[in-house]
Nanobody, 130 residues
């Protein structure tokens, strides 16, 4: 129904910045709430940030608040994650995800989680050196 492709990952020194992009194709991207997740080796996939379909509401994990900024451009079918002041503990594969059924908003949770999302990209590697 929708395909998601991440890009922009790479190797960066601690304190540096990266900008991730998630390009969507298929159907009705502009009506989907979207999110970013990450997974480090041996760890569970964890929530990073999310944004509603209009961009009117954003959410951030405590670990990235103040350093990362999520945004979207529905005209370009693209979502972004600007990552500043990167730390070695940010090293992970970053995944783009779509909540096509509005699961998070319907359950009235405090923050989105991975079970709210039903479409996923393949991921892009972010490595932060010390």
């Amino acid at each position: 129904q929708v395909q998601l492709v991440e890009s922009g990952g790479g190797l960066v020194q601690a304190g540096g910045s990266l900008r991730l992009s998630c390009a969507a194709s298929g159907r009705t991207f502009s009506s989907y709430d979207m999110g970013w997740f990450r997974q480090a080796p041996g760890k569970e996939r964890e929530f990073v940030s999310a944004i509603t379909w209009s961009g009117g509401s954003t959410y951030y994990a405590d670990s990235v608040k103040g350093r990362f900024t999520i945004s979207r451009d529905n005209a370009k079918n693209t979502m972004y994650l600007q990552m500043n002041s990167l730390k070695p503990e940010d090293t992970a594969i970053y995944y783009c995800a779509a909540d096509s059924m509005g699961s998070f908003r319907r359950r009235l949770g405090v923050l989105p989680n991975r079970y709210d999302y039903d479409y996923w990209g393949q991921g892009t590697q972010v490595t932060v050196s010390s």
